[in-house]
């Protein structure tokens, strides 16, 4: 019986990774379906982002889809700019691993930047000079 005691927490984390590893899943493929209709699409934990022509589109993925969607044309956008753990962090010096990884979209207006969170920072300074060069 107290080996049994000693299994059950065993057992519960088995099922816990396991649910976390379906949810996950269907994250994934709600996601693949979402981007079908985009030139270039990322997903990670944070965010899925779309791009087509000139405009962005992006918001929190879930098992149903992305949710808090939200669009803007680059036309808007005057800068682009990749943030790591708040500061701007130029191509030349990127760093390996940070906390806080986020794209910054500024208007030339009085409207406050956008920020798009990313988990690793190169995919993110890959996806700035991407809309950099669209930008232009």
Same mark, same amino acid.
């Given at each position: 019986m107290e =080996?049994?005691?000693i299994w059950l927490p065993l057992l519960g984390i088995f099922i816990w990774l396991a649910w976390a590893g379906w949810n996950e899943y269907q994250k994934v493929e709600a996601y693949q379906r979402w981007a079908q209709s985009f030139k270039r699409a990322k997903y990670d934990i944070y965010a899925?982002?779309?791009q087509q022509e000139d405009t962005l589109t992006w918001g929190k993925p879930? =098992?149903?889809g992305p949710v808090?969607?939200?669009s803007l044309s680059l036309k808007e956008v005057n800068a682009i700019d990749?943030?790591?753990d708040g500061q701007i962090v130029a191509a030349s010096s990127l760093p390996e691993r940070s906390k806080t990884i986020t794209l910054q979209l500024s208007f030339s207006d009085s =409207?406050?930047?956008i920020q798009i969170p990313f988990t690793e920072v190169e995919l993110a300074? =890959?996806?700035r000079d991407c809309l950099q060069q669209?930008?232009?």
């Open positions: =080996r049994g005691l899925v982002l779309g879930t =098992r149903q808090d969607l939200q990749l943030l790591v =409207r406050p930047s300074a =890959r996806w669209d930008l232009s």
